[in-house]
């Protein structure tokens, strides 16, 4: 199922500030900010990914895995993917 537009504009806005902090990482190393300083905005940024992650992976289990008019097959071949996806993820 699609995201609906509310879903939509809140993933688009994590994406817009990830690619607000990954420049301004950008600039820092051009800058010679310190490794310190790197290091911080480079946890900053894998956050907000893990946080864009996070609601895409929910998003997946409540429409294509829980959801309520989805076959058994139809679930049992979302969850597969998720499965894929998260495992690579960790790995």
């Not at 950008?26 to 990914?49: F, H, K, P, W, Y």
């Not at 289990?61 to 894929?84: D, Y």
């Amino acid at each position: 199922m699609r995201y609906t537009e509310k879903e939509k504009r809140k993933l688009v806005n994590r994406l817009s500030r990830l690619r607000g902090q990954i420049e301004a990482m950008q600039i820092a190393l051009e800058n010679d900010a310190s490794c310190t300083a790197l290091l911080q905005q480079g946890v900053a940024c894998r956050g907000a990914m893990d946080g864009f992650i996070g609601a895409v992976i929910e998003h997946h289990v409540r429409q294509h895995v829980a959801g309520p008019g989805n076959t058994a097959e139809g679930r049992a071949s979302a969850a597969e993917e998720l499965i894929k996806v998260v495992h690579a993820y960790l790995t």
